[in-house]
DNA sequence: AATGAATGAGCTTTCATTCAT
DNA sequence: GATGAATGAAAGCTCATTCAT
């Protein structure tokens, strides 16, 4: 009765994508929230303020909710890195540099979303969701880190190798992410950023300061 | 094709202290295998070949199972690396370089028991379990790296800093834990024991050669 | 031999507080039935006709719906004996009649309710259930009963006292459905009811007669 | 070592008589304190400082036990009024003052107990413990009141029947018993005897005085 | 005679899923 | 498209009972 007739009612007949596209950002804060074993069909949809039986309607499943929950995190999380390596130019350094900032962008690195990718990951069993889904994406990224790690790398003296560095790189991201959420709200964003950003200056002391930032 | 008469069965009485290791470890061996919210009461006692009635006995509630599970696993981490760092000697580089391989002790570093502390740091909301029993823990072995970072970056060039780096290879070895689970059998254990001292080689090449050797 | 198209099918949706009602009713039979610790949530569901998840649909808890059970005779019984006072009139006598014959409505002195009652009043540990909930109840009726024999004793020789006869009034109603419940079915209602009224005329002579008629 | 030779220790062996008679007084504390259903076989162990195992030693099940408990109560109960009545004498009037004293003699008329006796009655289906193990004893007792009524009553003006009287009798008893339980500690046993013994005053006004005291 | 670890049936409870409306 | 009452499988927990010691 009160309500102006254009102002979408968030109970009304929505088209489907906008329906899932709710559900599922519902669904990270949810399992951010409570944990991947924490997390209710009923939590989710109550989250997204809608009765206890869309969620079955539009995924059939809790599966596959869950499953297109980490499909659009995966998403959203390529698209981010490939956006910020396009932009970076050709200097390995800055595409290096882009790489690791990519992972500390406010959209994505935030709590409840790191706490929503570890929960996807422990629930990693060989041959399970997490790996079907992301392995591929990791691999990518890490071949991008690994690219810009041989180029920077090239006239280093014997013995040092791009392709350990790579890992080492990318192990170190994660590593930084868990502790944001393990040692939350004490360890902040910022503060795993500078790390990153120093290890970039340690590692690479020909191409970037001790604070990480890009020797022209 | 019965069992051997001096064979202990199972099902014979034990001490308190026995039965409860048995079905810690069987917890390990479950959420290693089928991860935190997979795991029922019903599968440790059975992988513990034991009634399903055992572990209520012994532990009262699966909540109580899983807190005396961390509890174990930390107990056991912790002893690993003071002892490593007790007979590493005086010199930081041998020190720093004992905690680092304590990592990866094949003790330790199998893939059952990467995924239960995966499996146990993920459902760490905030207040949570693994922060109450292991973040004490984790903050002494950060603790222990950044004393010898400092102790080895003591003549460095201004601008480099011995906390972030100390953050850097905390995170360095978890994150090359959680790749571990995430891509095995593909990534094993001596290739990310191999990145994490290359590591070292790149960020103190005073101390460490390319591979992580210490420089006498 | 199928259910006829017109009878509306148990599980069929009904509104909340019907279905409510309709558990709170089958707790009262099963209770009667098979005693209070012998009654399960699955009895009731299946005394109910309905499935065995309806209980904690409905009520959350087997306590709570303990609870509502008792709160429903509770105000049943209230009901009931409110209801026969106000008919009553204003004639003392005729007020403890009807108080009396109350007791004995065919709606409410039916084995199993009596049962039902016993059941709640035996677990009445201190604090317990039947405390809280019917406690009150008691309290106001034991009033009613007391306001009646005050009102009938007020010319009686010295040493009578309407406060002690108004407790074994009220204590020879509740030892009756004792007795109709361990000696059912041998004991019945009108014989009990017999015996409360004889109580009556010997307990005032001059408003009763033997047989507990009003002497007008 | 240093418990003194004869003094005989609690978990020694005892013979079979003494331990049962133990585990019986155990058995009516808890249901007096925790109700029938509230009662474990470990809560009794535990209340008799036995081992777990000991009840199923002796009484086989707890059905036994619990039959053996209410054996004993009624026994006791027994053997009081039974008691009490040959100590009375012959005089109507004294027998049943004495039965009715004999409901309120200490030593039976403690809340454990009055707790478990409702503990019984009320788990009484049809054809279950009570009935079998009590009821012929209530019978007797009945039997007990109303000869007593009958002498009393031998010349009372037509219309006045010692067999409803002595029902109400018995059952102001017990619903005096059941208040005592219910109201406890505000309802206590001399209140209630008080209420008994007016009873007696205003049903034989020739035999009692008003507060229950015999007519020489 | 007594212990208490071990068992497993049976219970309450949770919750993904279904489906009449 | 959307709702939410209803279902029932699966889980955790309790506890009477067993039995090696």
């Known amino acids: 009765m009160t309500d102006s007739p254009d102002a979408p009612r968030l109970r009304d007949r929505q088209p489907k994508e906008l329906r899932r596209e709710q559900l599922i950002q519902a669904t990270i804060e949810v399992i ?21 039986g869309i969620v079955n309607f539009h ?14 995190m995966t998403e959203e999380y390529n698209a981010l890195w490939r956006r910020a390596l396009a932009k970076a130019g050709r200097s390995p350094a800055a595409r290096l540099r882009a790489l690791v900032d990519a992972d500390f962008d406010p959209a994505l ?21 997490y790996r079907k889904i992301s392995g591929t994406r990791d691999d990518q990224l890490l071949d991008a880190i ?6 920077l790398m090239a006239g280093s003296p014997h013995g ?34 500078l790390v990153a950003l120093t290890t970039l200056g340690l590692m690479f002391p020909n191409h970037f300061t001790p604070e990480g930032r890009i020797r022209s």
Chains 1, 2, 3, 4 share one sequence.
């Open 59 to 72: 995924f059939d499943s809790k599966d596959k909710l869950f499953h297109a929950t980490l499909q659009s």
């Open 109 to 129: 690195c935030t709590p409840r979303k790191i706490s929503a990718w570890f929960a996807f990951m422990a629930e990693a069993r060989p041959s399970a969701i």
């Open 146 to 151: 690994r690219d810009q790690c041989t180029a």
């Open 32 to 52: 951010g929230r409570k944990g991947y074993s924490g997390t209710t069909i009923a939590d989710v949809a109550s989250a997204a303020k809608l009765s206890r």
């Open 160 to 193: 040092y190798d791009p392709d350990p560095t790579a890992r080492a790189i990318y192990a170190l991201l994660e590593g930084l992410w868990l502790r944001m959420m393990l040692e939350a709200p004490r360890f902040k964003r910022d503060h795993a950023h």
